[in-house]
């Protein structure tokens, strides 16, 4: 809470810098990316400005941040950035004409960018309720939750519409449309420029944290995702149900590695890692990039992340494991969709349930429930999206578009 409401108190501190940047003139060419609270460098918006920056020679491609370390990170790789309140980076939003982000204006200079276009590029498919379809449960600044989204949320800058929403199918089309309250002209599907990310190598990334996939048979990935909005936690071992598989695993000569939401508090599994070397966390500190990992996995077992949608541009295994589905679903912010009817794979509640996962999609026996999945999610996988974005938004660039209600 204490982190929301700072985020809160810097944009009221700033609200004067709002009229320079609705009258300030904009260069069409000049576009801004940011991600992720301006706390990280990754995601589409990263994808994307590296396409501009290595592809599009007649645009200028500004990364915004408000950490240092990510400012430094951009500025080795050869690229552009700035603090996003440095005096640069206000010149620089002043005269952007298109603001590229994964969240919102605060991954930017939510301020000076007022005037500008701002383009969400968004940080997955979702499958959990967010934006207005989960509002009714957010507990973001406690009791004052319902308050401030329904009088204040509109007054700051940061927490202003985006002026349109890309996404990746027709499915995240209208599930975007719904959270943000948009009509359907302002959400086009395109594809994800994260995708880019499964050209990697992803054995040698693996190779680079001593972790060695040739010596296994195959590679699992366990990615659960945040719960109760990054308070709530979760034992990954489920109690000693993961401790029971580790003999399986061994002799199906198994890797599973567990890589949990940046804002999940996992417990369990480092005790596991020492015991067996067939367990392996790939934390965000590490890899803070999971779609670069994901061409060395074999099959992603997920509860309610979208990067089972991502998963999906491969055309592999996916199995669901939900130990905590019906807290989820009336506790927590909950599912778009029939969570079973929907899924790409087995769904199981515990790890006791996986060997039996693996067998049935080893032998295929969920072959056409994936199809069907990654027909829905993934059909704009076709290696050019960043070059059909970046043509879209040199569209965008040079009409003005009217700022929805």
């Known amino acids: 809470m204490l982190n929301y409401l700072t985020r809160l108190a ?26 992720w609270h301006g706390q990280q460098y990754a995601d589409n918006a990263r994808a994307l400005y590296r396409h501009v920056h290595a592809h599009e020679p007649d645009l200028r491609a500004v990364w915004l941040t408000h950490s240092r370390d990510v400012l430094r990170r951009v500025q080795e790789e050869g690229g552009e950035a700035a603090m996003a309140y440095s005096l640069r980076g206000i010149l620089v939003s002043l005269r952007a004409r298109l603001f590229l982000v994964t969240h919102s204006a605060e991954d930017v200079n939510a301020h ?15 499958l959990k309720r967010f934006g207005r379809d989960a509002h009714a449960r957010s507990q973001r600044i406690g009791g004052a939750t319902r308050l401030f989204d329904r009088y204040l949320r509109r007054l700051l800058p940061g927490k202003r519409g985006p002026d349109q929403v890309l996404v990746a199918s027709s499915v995240g089309r209208e599930r975007m449309m719904s959270a943000y309250g948009l009509p359907c002209e302002r959400v086009v599907a395109l594809g994800y420029p994260r995708w ?90 590490r890899f803070a990039d999971v779609n670069a990992l994901l061409p060395a996995v074999d099959l992603l077992l997920t509860d309610y992340s979208s990067l089972m949608f991502d998963y999906a541009c491969l055309r592999r295994p996916i199995v669901l494991m939900a130990p905590d589905l019906a807290s989820y679903l009336n506790e927590d ?8 009817a929907d899924a790409p794979g087995p769904v ?39 070059e059909r974005i970046t043509t879209h938004l040199r569209a965008c660039s040079q009409q003005p578009m009217p700022r929805h209600a």
């Open 10 to 35: 810097w944009q009221l501190a700033w609200l004067p810098l709002c009229a320079l940047g609705a009258c300030f003139p904009r260069n069409d060419r000049l576009w801004v990316f940011g991600a």
């Open 112 to 126: 000076a960018s007022l005037g500008g276009t701002l383009i969400n590029l968004t940080h997955g498919t979702p």
């Open 196 to 285: 880019d990310a499964f050209r990697t190598d992803a054995e040698g990334l693996l190779r680079g944290a001593g972790i060695e996939t040739r010596n296994f048979a195959g590679v699992l990935l366990y990615a659960p995702t945040l719960r109760m909005q990054g308070k709530g936690g979760l034992d990954v071992a489920q109690g000693k149900r993961l401790e029971a598989l580790l003999p399986w695993l061994e002799r199906e000569r198994l890797l599973l590695l567990v890589r949990g939401h940046a804002s999940l508090k996992m417990s369990g599994i480092a005790a596991l890692e020492r015991r067996s070397a067939h367990v392996r966390e790939v934390p965000v500190s």
């Open 333 to 340: 912010v909950g599912v778009y969709g029939d969570y079973f």
């Open 348 to 386: 199981i509640e515990g790890w006791q349930q996986l060997p039996a996962a693996w067998r049935a999609v080893q032998a295929g026996e969920h072959d056409a429930a994936l199809a069907r999945f990654v027909a829905r999610h993934a059909a704009l996988h076709d290696g050019r999206v960043c």
